[in-house]
């Protein structure tokens, strides 16, 4: 069976205590605890892994342990021609190894494998794991004035009523950057708010004259703690509405991925059409998301003009998200076993209609935009990340297709409808600006094939399985969806009655942020905001509403009939007292 | 009655340069495929910025409160200096209106402009208040070129004195060098307009949020203000003494010229609307080559006598 060529090899390096298989591609091994960083480095490296996501969890009530979970994609390294593991035989080994709650410490595997680097500050913020040898230690999600022994995702830590104390804006610690060493460098603050950041992001960039000599970044000023609101007080069908509002831009991306997972870890084959339409709307997800992201990346370099036009295109992919699902942004179409709506075929000729302007009028203005000399010579040779980089830190999506590394998920492990669809993987050497933002126009046209091809395929069968499914507590597995910006992957950990044990929701930029400092260096000034824009980041997907004024200190909770007056009429906003 | 011309000269203009804004505006939306706003939308944000009050920050001294004002004063006083309403006839007048005084002048502005901006403290409006001084040694070196060719050729650095020349035709374009000097200035002029691809100034999109980024409410309309006017000096500056056009009706001179400025002004949508902008250390360096390297022939074809 596939997976098992991995598991032999691994046990001739270190040895494996256990191994269980999860679904037909995905198999966990546990290791002893000092193993644990040869075996993710044996399988990232030797083996062809990259890594996919890492899970750590509170096993206390299940086996008196905290857990972790590497999760890797073995799919070949890459680097070269042929680099890559057969078709058939690509799949995810979990490596995991058990904590006792007595010591707390594991050896981080980061020194070996630099793409762990996140999730094992991540492991210290919520469960106080701390990584031996990990050598940046400091806080990644939570607040820098988050109380010290507070681990917000260990089971017993937080009463639902505890809310450390308000500090006042003076009284907040600084947030240390690591600045390199050396006179006359300035530091430039990008953010906590800036212009070109719709959302907050803290980016120091440490200047030497106009180039940048190294950044350091803050994020998570927006975590909202949706891992802990899903553990025990969601079930399944919610869920998936929860997962969608991740993201505002990939949404449905992360509602499919996360239903999956509850799905694949009870393997439950929802029908075809389903699967089909499921493909079809993540796929206009990537339409409006690519031209979003091309017509950013015209507007940070002051091309308004292309810009508008792209966006009036992009009008088009909403309306076709319209036909298809009945919304424009949010669809709320997922449930466990398919989906709520189905498509008519007035609809499906309509949407056909519509996928011939797109079509046509990208094709015209990227023809535009690529004739502009001004435009081409901002993009090329800005913000390069190295192929090697890329190797070492496992980033997803057009980041990393832009660096001549031939990695997506709905190739490398197809999923729902794609074992059906041909597709080409837009790959573009060169890791500048320009190579992805090429490599989004390639995947605007193969979606729009894809769409087509659906449309074509899609069988007539029932849209929805008979949602009679019974969960079995402790069985966990792994789902991934190829967002517009990369792999969206959700782990679930089911627990009793038909609620989540334990959910880990990793967007597609978690994986992107850690090389961002590589593509920082030695470009001007000027491109910061480019760089930043070009890797699409989603600050909201990594960082996962009561109302304060801070400045009065008044808080207040807006219950669902004043915001939707509000909504309604627009008048008496419900903050007014507030101000 | 020089004065009142003047004033009417100084006014005219302050009133009349948000209308061609709004034009622009509304034709740079036509080919961004949008509705656009209104053609008397600048006026509009005018008012509404006046209407509110100024903040300030504790990083800045009395220079960032006083500053919109110098910048005000300093485009007006450049605007007058615009021989229009006023001819070589008027001694007292004409005796200031110098492509000297107008190049000060022009400098001084930009020296508030760029205080201002540093003493805001603010890193963006710092970074840009240092670009606005680089964009000012690549542009100004074309500009004194290409002057000091006309200045050599008329005889005079006196503008009222250079435009009657140029009107009865004793000066002008048959004359080679003159000629080509003309697209330099031109070129450089719309750079000083600080339009893109050259707008450094309000960069925002870019991470220099640009020297005005701390300004607001009145503080910003008056600066607005200040801009619209020095954008139409510069294009003033060339028209003055490239195509000159005054009749001996000063009112009917005004007229024609802002007339001639407004269609500039709106022409540049043509440049400004297509295309990103630069960054300072490749696509300014590079273009403002090509525009030095024209004064400096307009410059040999002098020395050679042409």
Redesign the interface.
């Known amino acids: 069976m596939k997976c098992d060529k991995f598991i032999e090899a691994l046990s001739t390096r270190v040895k494996v205590l256990e191994v269980t298989r999860q679904c037909e591609d995905q198999v966990t091994a546990l290791v002893e605890l000092n193993d644990l960083p040869e075996a993710v480095r044996f399988l990232y490296y030797d083996m062809g892994g990259y890594l996919t996501t890492m899970v750590p969890n509170d096993e206390r009530s299940i086996n008196k342990h905290y857990a972790l979970y590497y999760a890797l994609s073995m799919e070949g390294g890459k680097m070269f021609e042929g680099d890559e593991i057969a078709q058939d035989e690509k799949c995810f080994v979990t490596i995991k190894t058990l904590i006792s709650p007595d010591s707390l410490v594991f050896p981080s595997v980061t020194p070996l494998v630099p793409a762990c680097v996140w999730y094992e500050r991540e492991a210290y913020d919520m469960f106080g794991l701390v990584a031996e040898g990990l050598p940046d230690k400091r806080r990644l999600v939570l607040s820098d004035d988050w109380p010290d022994n507070l681990f917000p995702l260990r089971k017993d830590a937080m009463d639902y009523r505890y809310r450390p104390d308000m500090k006042d804006h003076y009284m907040e610690p600084e947030y240390e950057f690591l600045r390199p060493e050396g006179s006359g460098i300035i530091d430039?603050?990008?953010g906590p708010l800036?212009?070109?950041a719709d959302e907050p992001g803290h980016f120091r960039l440490f200047c030497d004259g106009?180039t940048i000599i190294d950044a350091d970044y803050r994020l998570f000023y927006q975590h909202r703690g949706m891992e802990k609101l899903a553990e025990n007080r969601m079930n399944y069908d919610q869920m998936g509405y929860l997962a969608e509002r991740v993201c505002g831009i990939c949404g449905y991306a992360h509602a499919i991925a996360c239903i999956e997972a509850a799905e694949k870890a009870i393997n439950l084959e929802i029908p075809a059409r389903a699967q089909a339409i499921r493909v079809i709307c993540s796929e206009i997800e990537r339409l409006h998301s690519h031209l979003l992201n091309i017509g950013l990346a015209?507007?940070?370099?002051?091309?308004?003009?292309a810009?508008?036009?792209i966006f009036?295109i992009r009008e088009y992919s909403m309306k076709l998200a319209e036909l298809v699902t009945g919304g424009r942004k949010t669809y709320g179409n997922v449930v466990m076993g398919g989906l709520r709506r189905d498509i008519t075929g007035v609809e499906i000729k309509e949407s056909l209609r519509i996928l011939h302007i797109i079509e046509t009028q990208v094709d015209e203005v990227w023809d535009a935009v690529m004739d502009?000399k001004?435009?081409m010579?901002?993009w090329k040779g800005v913000g390069i990340l190295d192929k090697q980089v890329a190797r070492d830190f496992s980033p997803v999506g057009p980041n990393i297709r832009g660096s001549g590394i031939k990695r997506d998920t709905r190739y490398d492990h197809p999923y729902d409808f794609f074992k059906q669809i041909q597709f080409d993987v837009a790959v573009v050497e060169g890791g500048d600006v320009f190579a992805r933002e090429m490599v989004r126009y390639m995947e605007l046209k193969s979606s729009v094939s894809i769409i087509r091809q659906c449309f074509e395929l899609m069988p007539q069968t029932a849209i929805i399985v008979d949602p009679t499914f019974h969960v079995k507590p402790e069985n966990y597995a792994l789902a991934y969806v190829e967002a517009p910006r990369g792999e969206n992957v959700h782990w679930i950990m089911q627990g009793s009655a038909q609620k989540v044990f334990r959910w880990r929701c990793r967007a597609a930029t978690y994986n992107n942020w850690p090389s961002l400092r590589f593509q920082f260096r030695g470009n001007?000034?000027?491109?910061?905001?480019?760089i930043v824009c070009s890797l699409d980041p989603c600050y909201s997907c990594t960082e996962r509403v009561t109302v304060v004024d801070i400045k009065s200190k008044k808080s207040k909770i807006l219950t669902h009939s004043d915001l939707k007056n509000f909504a309604r009429t627009q008048k008496e906003s419900p903050l007014k007292d507030l101000r | 009655m020089d004065f009142f011309y003047l004033l009417i000269q100084l006014v005219s203009a302050i009133v009349v340069a948000p209308l061609f804004d709004g034009i622009s505006r509304k034709l740079r939306a036509k080919f961004q495929s949008r509705v656009g706003p209104s053609i008397f939308q600048t006026y509009l944000d005018l008012l509404k910025l006046l209407k509110r009050g100024r903040t300030k920050s504790h990083s800045t001294s009395y220079i960032y409160q006083i500053s919109p004002y110098l910048l005000f004063v300093s485009a007006a006083a450049m605007f007058c200096a615009l021989p229009i309403v006023y001819g070589a006839h008027s001694a007292f007048l004409s005796q200031f209106s110098d492509i000297l005084v107008l190049l000060y002048l022009g400098a001084l502005f930009r020296f508030i402009f760029i205080v201002a901006g540093i003493d805001t403290a603010n890193p963006y409006a710092g970074v840009s208040a240092s670009r606005e001084g680089t964009l000012g040694f690549y542009t100004e070196e074309v500009a004194v070129i290409c002057l000091v060719v006309v200045m050599m050729g008329a005889g005079s650095t006196n503008l009222s004195f250079i435009t009657t020349l140029i009107q009865e035709g004793h000066y002008g374009y048959a004359i080679p060098s003159f000629s080509v000097a003309a697209t330099a200035f031109l070129w450089v002029m719309y750079v000083e307009t600080g339009r893109k691809p050259y707008d450094l100034a309000e960069a925002e999109q870019e991470l220099q949020e640009g020297v005005l980024g701390e300004y607001c409410g009145k503080d910003l309309a008056i600066i607005d203000v200040a801009i619209l006017l020095k954008q139409f000096t510069m294009l003033g500056f060339f028209l003055v003494i490239f195509i000159p056009w005054r009749f001996d009706n000063p009112m009917l001179s005004l007229i024609t010229f802002l007339a001639e400025v407004g269609f500039l002004y709106v022409m540049g949508v043509f440049i400004d609307n297509f295309g990103p902008r630069f960054t300072i250390n490749n696509g300014i360096k590079r273009t403002m080559l090509f525009a030095l390297s024209i004064a400096s022939t307009s410059l040999a074809l002098y020395i050679m006598g042409i």
């Open positions: 430039v603050p990008l800036h212009i070109t106009d015209c507007e940070v370099t002051g091309n308004y003009n810009f508008m036009h009036r502009d001004r435009q010579s901002r001007n000034l000027a491109d910061a905001a480019l």
